[in-house]
């Protein structure tokens, strides 16, 4: 345990060191010294060290000298007395005596004082708290494991249930798949009929149930359907009583403090729907006119400057608008529109930060990366410009997002890292095995995991020549990583 331990902590410092700047070794982290306002490191075990040198503190090999307590290496193993069971002195006693003597010169803030200030000591180096983060987190390592997709036909959309052991998929139409985080499988639970186009999907806060929503029809007298999923049962069945008859429904989300919303969307207007954090739907249904044919597609919770719950509704099937929602427990909601064409592209995708303060939409025309923070949206021209993409998704704990689309497009943003020289690409590699997906595919949904950072890509082609589909399990291998992962 004490190995896995200092070897996560060892690998988040050394991916993130070689970025920060310094003036005095102090600056600097376990194994490591500032030369040139840089920290750097020659060693972090002595068995990096030529024969004859140790790895001291500031991870510059050594030579061993004779008041050293540390036998040199290649000599005979000795036993050392910590007050228990003698200790092999190979490896072991070079390391527990980095860890249970020189942990204290060398790892100031570490386990002396506690595994806990030990341990921040790793995440302020580059790993985040999944429950508040502190900083900008570390560049994130990706590394991606394709998952057989079974019978799944260009997959839309995918969600996890709140306790992380598995995730619902939903295909293009009619079929929907569970995949397994233990099994490492996909498999199909439900079917809505092939007349029914999936566009959504979200569990309740407590995960006692996940929201489907399908649209049946054809333009312009497409219409909104609901189906349940059943944790306890695994089964789905539809709300017929909560069908529209006015519209599409396009999106479903909940809020942090359990406040739950359903976007429809008309030729020339946009309802909203208030649901409870059972899923139940409550109060009366408020409006808005738009423009025809703008299309409003997802909505994300915020915080207005006043710290309250608003919505921010994005637009962008014919022309741009972003709309903001206020005094949304009221019976009257205010509606205001903030931004529309000229000023952004066509947004058809926003995540909304977990925490409520800030949120990503993606303009599917310009590929431009719009940030909503501090009250006030940072968008236009100047916008980071990420090639491909046209969705986005945040991690359960706010600290990275996604933005996905075309060809397996993927760039990690870090919160709050808004500047394009921070925003890196982690795409997806689609053309070889085991994906072997055509030139046509799109990364269409990402679904971070709850409480680490691994999750579910997925996506596929649906075009005339045909449909493909792939599942991909992801992890950030220098993040928060989950217990029973892939």
Same mark, same amino acid.
């Given at each position: 345990?004490?190995?896995?331990?200092?070897?996560?902590?060892?690998?988040?410092?050394?991916?993130? +060191?070689?970025?920060?700047?310094?003036?005095?070794?102090?600056? +600097?982290?376990?194994?490591?010294?500032?030369? #040139?306002?840089? +920290?750097?490191?020659?060693?972090?075990?002595?068995?990096?060290?030529?024969?004859?040198?140790?790895?001291? %503190?500031?991870?510059?090999?050594?030579?061993? &000298?004779?008041?050293?307590?540390?036998? !040199?290496?290649?000599?005979? /193993?000795?036993?050392?007395?910590?007050?228990?069971?003698?200790?092999?002195?190979?490896?072991?006693?070079?390391?527990?005596?980095?860890?249970?003597?020189?942990?204290?010169?060398?790892?100031?803030?570490?386990?002396?004082?506690?595994?806990?200030?030990?341990?921040?000591?790793?995440?302020?180096?580059?790993?985040?708290?999944?429950?508040?983060?502190?900083? /900008?987190?570390?560049?994130?390592?990706?590394?991606?494991?394709?998952?057989?997709?079974?019978?799944?036909?260009?997959?839309?959309?995918?969600?996890?249930?709140?306790?992380?052991?598995?995730?619902?998929?939903?295909?293009?139409?009619?079929?929907?798949?569970?995949?397994?985080?233990?099994?490492? @499988?996909?498999?199909?639970?439900?079917?809505?009929?092939?007349?029914?186009?999936?566009?959504?999907?979200?569990?309740? /806060? *407590?995960?006692?149930?996940?929201?489907?929503?399908?649209?049946?029809?054809?333009?312009?007298?497409?219409?909104?359907?609901?189906?349940?999923?059943?944790?306890?049962?695994?089964?789905?069945?539809?709300?017929?009583?909560?069908?529209?008859?006015?519209?599409?429904?396009?999106? $479903?989300?909940?809020?942090?403090? *359990?406040?739950?919303?359903?976007?429809?969307?008309?030729?020339?207007?946009?309802?909203?729907?208030?649901?409870?954090?059972?899923?139940?739907?409550?109060? &009366? %249904?408020?409006? =808005?006119?738009?423009?025809?044919? &703008?299309?409003?597609?997802?909505?994300?919770?915020?915080?207005?400057?006043?710290?309250?719950? !608003?919505? #921010?509704?994005?637009?962008? @099937?014919?022309?741009?608008?972003?709309?903001?929602?206020?005094?949304?427990?009221?019976?009257?909601?205010? =509606?205001?529109?903030?931004?529309?064409?000229?000023? $952004?592209?066509?947004?058809?995708? $926003? !995540?909304?930060? /977990?925490?409520?303060?800030?949120?990503?939409?993606?303009?599917?025309?310009?590929?431009?990366?719009?940030?909503?923070?501090?009250?006030?949206?940072?968008?236009?021209?100047?916008?980071?410009?990420?090639?491909?993409?046209?969705?986005?998704?945040?991690?359960?704990?706010?600290?990275?997002?996604? !933005?996905?689309?075309?060809?397996?497009?993927?760039?990690?943003?870090?919160?709050?890292?808004?500047?394009?020289?921070?925003? @890196?690409?982690?795409?997806?590699?689609?053309?070889? #095995?085991?994906?072997?997906?055509?030139?046509?595919?799109?990364?269409?949904?990402?679904?971070?995991?709850?409480?680490?950072?691994?999750?579910?890509?997925?996506?596929?082609?649906? @075009?005339?020549?045909?449909? &493909?589909?792939?599942?991909? =399990?992801?992890?950030?291998?220098?993040?928060?990583?989950?217990?029973?992962?892939?």
């Amino acid at each position: 345990m004490r190995r896995s331990v200092v070897a996560l902590l060892v690998g988040a410092l050394s991916s993130s +060191c070689a970025n920060v700047e310094c003036s005095f070794n102090s600056d +600097c982290d376990y194994n490591a010294r500032c030369e #040139m306002n840089r +920290c750097v490191r020659d060693c972090v075990l002595d068995r990096d060290c030529a024969e004859g040198a140790i790895c001291n %503190p500031n991870g510059l090999c050594a030579k061993l &000298t004779p008041s050293s307590d540390r036998p !040199a290496p290649g000599d005979t /193993p000795v036993s050392v007395d910590h007050g228990g069971p003698p200790v092999d002195a190979g490896f072991d006693a070079g390391f527990d005596a980095g860890f249970d003597a020189g942990f204290d010169a060398g790892f100031d803030a570490g386990f002396d004082a506690g595994f806990d200030a030990g341990f921040d000591v790793g995440l302020d180096a580059g790993l985040v708290d999944a429950g508040s983060p502190t900083g /900008p987190v570390a560049i994130g390592v990706y590394e991606y494991a394709g998952v057989r997709p079974e019978g799944l036909v260009s997959p839309v959309a995918a969600a996890w249930h709140p306790g992380g052991g598995y995730a619902l998929i939903l295909s293009a139409s009619n079929t929907v798949f569970r995949y397994d985080a233990t099994a490492r @499988t996909v498999t199909q639970v439900g079917a809505a009929g092939s007349s029914v186009s999936w566009r959504a999907v979200a569990f309740t /806060p *407590g995960g006692a149930r996940a929201l489907l929503l399908g649209n049946t029809g054809a333009s312009p007298n497409t219409r909104g359907r609901i189906f349940v999923w059943d944790h306890a049962s695994s089964l789905l069945a539809e709300r017929t009583a909560e069908a529209s008859s006015t519209g599409t429904y396009e999106a $479903i989300r909940w809020s942090a403090e *359990g406040r739950g919303v359903l976007l429809g969307s008309g030729a020339n207007s946009i309802t909203l729907w208030r649901y409870d954090a059972e899923g139940t739907r409550t109060g &009366t %249904p408020s409006g =808005y006119g738009i423009v025809p044919r &703008t299309g409003c597609n997802d909505v994300a919770w915020v915080r207005d400057g006043f710290g309250d719950p !608003a919505l #921010m509704v994005v637009c962008g @099937t014919s022309t741009a608008q972003v709309l903001s929602v206020t005094a949304v427990d009221s019976a009257t909601p205010r =509606y205001m529109s903030l931004l529309s064409a000229g000023v $952004i592209g066509n947004v058809h995708r $926003i !995540a909304g930060r /977990p925490q409520g303060d800030g949120a990503l939409a993606i303009g599917s025309s310009s590929n431009r990366l719009y940030r909503y923070h501090s009250n006030v949206w940072a968008a236009g021209f100047s916008s980071p410009f990420l090639p491909g993409a046209f969705g986005v998704a945040f991690s359960s704990d706010g600290a990275r997002a996604l !933005a996905f689309g075309g060809n397996g497009r993927a760039h990690e943003y870090r919160h709050d890292l808004y500047a394009i020289g921070d925003i @890196t690409d982690v795409s997806l590699a689609l053309t070889g #095995m085991p994906f072997t997906q055509p030139a046509s595919a799109e990364l269409r949904d990402v679904a971070w995991r709850p409480g680490c950072h691994e999750g579910l890509a997925v996506g596929g082609s649906n @075009t005339l020549s045909g449909t &493909t589909a792939f599942v991909a =399990y992801f992890q950030v291998l220098n993040g928060v990583r989950c217990d029973n992962g892939m």
